[in-house]
Every structure is written in C-alpha cells, then in structure tokens.
C-alpha cells in the first residue's frame, strides 16, 4: 500500500492540472463568445468576398489600406502599376457610380496629405493663403467697372451658315434666375482681373459649364480649327473645343507651330495654371463629356455642320465641320459611339456690350517655313518696342512679359495678338485667350518663348516672387497644379510628364530671370 501511495497521488496531480487547462480553454470560449469583434478596431472578420476574390472592409479601412498601399508604394518606385492596381479595385466596387466619387474624393485627399506631411492642409490651400496670395488689388470704383448695370441678355445665337440671327430655338430657352452665374462673372469684371481670387460664382460658373443643358450648338465663325458656341436654358454660352489628341500624345518636332492642333486639355490646363499665377486674366474652363447625336446633330441650326456628320467603319458619330486646317474626313472628330471630350469656356460679353481691342503682339512670330521674324534677328528689338506706344508705359510692358511667362511654361509659341477691353484704354490687363497649342511637346523647353523678357530685362516683382515660392517645395508648381487639375470632371487633365517639364521650365525661367546661366 505505500508502495502504491507516490503513483496515486501523480495521477490525482495530473487530472487536477488537466481539469484546470480544460477550464482556462472554456473560459476563452466563453469570452470569445460574449465580446462582439466589432469592439475590435484591429480585428475585421468579412464573411463574404466580391467576384474579385478581394475581401470587401468598411470606408475606414478602405480608406487605410489605400494609404498603407500608398506608403508602400513611395518605397518599392513602381508607382504607376500599384495606382493603376488600386483604381481597379475601386473599379470593381458593386456600389454604384455615387461610391466611386467616393473613392476618388479620398484619393484625391490621401494625395494631399501625402504630399504636405499629413499635416491635412493641401498645397493648393496653402499657396492661396500665402501672402503673396493676398496682395489687395486697388479699390474700385465705378469706372472700373466693366458694367455699371447688368447688360441685357441676347436671346438669340447665330449660326455659321446664316448671317442673320437664329431664332428657330428661342422657344426652348426658359425662365431662369435673375443673376446666373454668367451673368455675375460679366458683371465682376473689371480694370485689373476677369474675377476675384475668392470669388463663389467662379465655382457655380464651372460646374454650370460642366453639367448645363446643351440646347444650341453652332459653329463659331472664323479661326483656324473647329470650335462650337453652346447655349444654356439659362442663356449663357460657352465656347467648345473637342478632342483631338490623347494625353499621352506628343506633338511631332516635325510640326510647325502653327500647324498644331488645338488641345482642349490644353485650355483647361492654362485656366489652372493662369489662376496658380495669380494672374486671373482667362475665362473660367471646364472639362466635359458631351453627347455627339444628342448635343450638337440633333440640336444644331447650322446647316454647314449639320452636312458634315457621318458614321465611321467603326460605327461611330463623326463629324469635321468647315475650317482652315483639319476639317476633312480624315481629320473627323469621331465619339465613343457619341461621347466626346472637350472643354467648355465661359465666353466674354458680347462685344456690343464690352468692345475689346484686338493688338498685334512686338513678338509674334513669323507664321512662315522660310522667314524669321525682326525681333529673331536684333537682339535690341526692345529698344524700339520702347518706343512705340502703348509700350512706353511700363504697365503694358509688364503685363505682356506676364503672358510671356504663362506661354513658356505652356509651351505655347502661338501668341500672335491678344485682347483688351475697350472701356479701360491702355491702363488693364491683357486677355489671355486661346491657348489650346500649349502643352504640346513636353520634352522641350522652348526658350525662345521668353524672348520680351530677356530682350527687356524686366519683370513685375509680385510675379518673380511667386515664381520663387512656386519652385521651392512646399507649393512645387506641379503638385499645386496637378491638386487643381484633380478637380475637373476629364481628370487627368495633363499627362505627367507635362506636369514635370512645369516644374523643368520654372528652374530655368527663374535662371533666366536671375541672370545665372
């Protein structure tokens, strides 16, 4: 019997440190069972997966594991192959359009931070709040005005193949609100800038250009290239260029500049960068996707237009239109069967309201394969620019030099003449219109550009100064253009290597400026 005593009490020790194990397991059921995962905020159990096979999470965590991806990505340098990975995944969201807005307003956001440090404060935001950015213009007062009243409304549109106003749609325009958009940005225009840098009706106007009724569509008389005025319920108009380039597509080296197409990405990327400049001297511009069939052929009242549709091989909505340079056939501007791209300007007043003065620009070029213009030749051309009125005032000059700078980073090489308001004599700012052959060519500087600056040797101090805080890194210029770029309705607007020779061409503006080779 004592023998036996040690092996019994080992077996009672053992059952008594099994039953404790088998007690400490059900306590842990036990928990498990009566705290809700949900309490978790690291735990995350889906029960079912999208067609994908990707595990579906809430808003929260999509938004993290975007960022987790985001962070990841600024190591591993494959930057576009994780993007395009990621906006596939967004893709494939069973949510609906709405949930894609979403998505893209997060990762516009993710973007903004990224970029500032997570500090939550966009560059964009940050630029305009610099003081640079806040430089008061000079008070106004009543003959600074474009309009004292409001200018009455035309109700009616001309077409390119009538010189009489057509009326045959006047039934379809509708009451509207006594001061639309439009008719606020006409009003707020005045001696020194087309709007204010804080003004809301900017914001109304662009997205009226964006989503307004189409209810007239003709051709815009004159010009080299096809262009279209569209008409609102609301009586205004806008200008529209159509697609005819991809965003990756370089213009040839082979190209003369005046034989370039019109880009209307182009026109939207100069409004973007016109405002970054503090310069606000281009009307408002929005990106818009535009029913062929529905918006121009079945709407139109110009006859020249109308002949020109036809149905591709492809069984697409083409048409050309009548113009100077490709308005043929094989230059058609054909749709996705009937979705076109293009941009929407806001157009100017009337000019039997607001007459404007057309000017010859000292430096334009010479629209020639064989000759040179005089300012190519004598490198003391601006002594006689000096000269001659109005360019012995030193605003006028000032102002021009503006343009130059805005031409450069664009890449736009055609500026022949520019526009001013008559109302305002030679004391104003110049319009910067048409500007739908910058962002061309990306690859090259075309420093020639910068000529009445180098030949002048001067510069408005308030514009070499934001030059200088644009090219430092807490408002790099393409990272505040891309964040405003981001906002239009065809984002991407600019390829990136376009937004990167932005940035190529400020260095070596400001170089030029500074006086350092």
């Known amino acids: 019997m004592a023998h036996h005593l040690p092996s019994l009490l080992q077996r009672k020790f053992k059952v008594i440190v099994f039953f404790f194990l088998l007690l400490a397991v059900l306590i842990h059921i036990v928990l498990d ?83 500032t440090g997570g500090t939550g404060k966009s560059k964009l935001a940050a630029l305009f709040d610099h003081p640079l950015y806040k430089i008061p213009t000079p008070k106004i007062t009543k003959k600074d005005k474009l309009f004292i009243k409001k200018p009455k409304v035309k109700l009616y549109v001309k077409s390119s193949g009538s010189d009489e106003w057509s009326s045959s749609k006047a039934d379809l325009f509708t009451p509207y609100h006594t001061n639309p958009a439009w008719l606020q940005f006409h009003t707020g225009i ?209 102002n021009l030099v503006d343009m130059t700078v805005l031409d450069f980073l664009m890449g736009n090489m055609d500026r022949h003449h520019y526009e001013t308001f008559q109302k305002f004599g030679n004391d104003t700012f110049l319009l910067h219109l048409d500007n739908g052959r910058g962002f061309g060519r990306h690859s090259h500087d075309e420093m020639s550009i910068l000529a009445p600056l180098q030949q002048c040797c001067i510069i408005r101090k308030s514009t070499f100064l934001r030059l200088q805080l644009l090219a430092t890194e807490p408002y790099r210029l393409s990272d505040v253009m891309r964040e405003s770029l981001a906002t239009d309705r065809l984002s991407p607007i600019l390829a990136e290597p376009h937004l990167q020779a932005l940035d190529r061409r400020l260095q070596k503006g400001c170089l030029e400026i500074s006086g350092r080779k």
Request: proline content about 5%; glycine content about 6%; overall charge positive.
């Open 190 to 398: 005045n001696r020194y800038e087309l709007y204010s840098r804080h003004d809301p009706t900017r914001h109304v106007l662009m997205e009226d250009l964006a989503t307004q009724e189409i209810i007239s569509s003709v051709q815009k008389t004159g010009g080299t290239q096809l262009k279209l005025i569209m008409t609102f319920p609301n009586h205004g108009q806008a200008l529209f260029k159509p697609m005819k380039q991809t965003r990756d597509q370089e213009t040839s080296a082979d190209f003369f500049y005046f034989s370039d197409f019109e880009r209307h990405n182009a026109e939207i990327a100069a409004f973007h960068l016109d405002r970054i400049l503090d310069f606000r001297r281009i009307p408002p511009v929005s990106g818009r996707l535009v029913n062929i069939t529905k918006e121009i052929r079945d709407i139109t009242t110009d006859k020249k237009l109308f002949r020109t549709f036809f149905i591709s091989p492809a069984g697409n909505i083409c048409f050309f239109g009548v113009c100077s340079y490709y308005c043929s056939t094989e230059h058609a501007l054909c749709g996705k069967p009937d979705q076109l791209e293009g941009s929407m300007a806001a157009l100017l007043p009337d000019r039997e309201l607001a007459e404007r003065r057309q000017w010859r620009s000292p430096w334009r070029r010479s629209y020639s394969k064989y000759k040179k213009a005089e300012w190519e030749l004598d490198q003391d051309y601006c002594v006689h620019v000096r000269r001659t009125p109005p360019y012995n005032r030193v605003s006028r000059l000032l």
């Open 33 to 115: 069972l009566a705290i809700p995962v949900g309490h978790n905020s690291c735990v995350y159990t889906p029960k079912v997966t999208d067609f994908m096979g990707v595990l579906p999470s809430s808003p929260i965590s999509s938004v993290q594991n975007k960022l987790n991806l985001r962070i990841l990505q600024d190591f591993s340098g494959s930057n576009s192959s994780l993007e395009k990975g990621l906006r596939s995944l967004e893709g494939g969201s069973h949510t609906g359009g709405g949930s894609d807005g979403v998505l893209q307003s997060h990762n516009v956001k993710e973007q903004s931070e990224a970029k």
